[in-house]
């Protein structure tokens, strides 16, 4: 079975890079990102100059059918190193919303993904924004998904720098409950 991918807030693709590394089938049918850098970069990377960008996510009238949804949504505005607003319209972090209008979209027209994959970082789980983090959760399984969500520190996993990052792994309908990975140490 070939997984049909979307990614939002693409950056340079580390979530189809991860795919690869893990060795699942999948496509990736569109992704969205709007840094031309990040473009370049995602393309020149991944040798792919023919899947479709669908650009600003706020000008994206409907996901493509998929079966896996990643969006790392933009953190300035939860970082305690940024703007601290939250996930708000008007804000970079409120882009979340878009995430949500693209779902709701999808939910009626019998498309949902079974899978999403959330990443951002740590502060999104912390005092300041736990309840907008809740609220998205809540929104998630009104719509039949289970979330499963951790705080993961990238040094654990063979990678050179530490890095905490909420990840939250969401699956619709019926099915094993997820697990994390095992740090590697």
Excluded at 48 to 63: A, M, Q, S
Excluded at 128 to 154: C, P
């Amino acid at each position: 079975m070939q997984v049909r991918v979307v990614e939002l807030f693409a950056g340079i693709g580390s979530p189809r890079k991860a795919l690869e590394k893990l060795n699942i089938n999948h496509e990736v049918v569109a992704f969205s990102e709007i840094d031309k850098y990040a473009i370049e970069s995602y393309r020149a990377i991944h040798n792919d100059y023919v899947t479709p960008n669908l650009g600003d996510i706020t000008k994206i009238e409907e996901l493509p059918k998929c079966d896996l949804l990643t969006y790392g949504f933009p953190c300035q505005d939860l970082s305690i190193a940024g703007y601290g607003k939250g996930i708000k319209q008007g804000t970079r972090s409120g882009l979340l919303l878009e995430v949500e209008r693209l779902i709701d979209i999808a939910g009626e027209k019998g498309n949902l993904p079974k899978y999403l994959i959330l990443e951002n970082v740590k502060a999104l789980v912390q005092k300041k924004h736990r309840k907008d983090f809740d609220i998205w959760l809540e929104k998630l399984e009104s719509l039949g998904y289970s979330n499963y969500w951790q705080v993961l520190n990238a040094k654990d996993y063979g990678i050179p720098q530490n890095r905490e990052r909420v990840f939250v792994v969401s699956i619709l309908g019926e099915h094993k409950p997820y697990e994390f990975p095992e740090k590697k140490q």
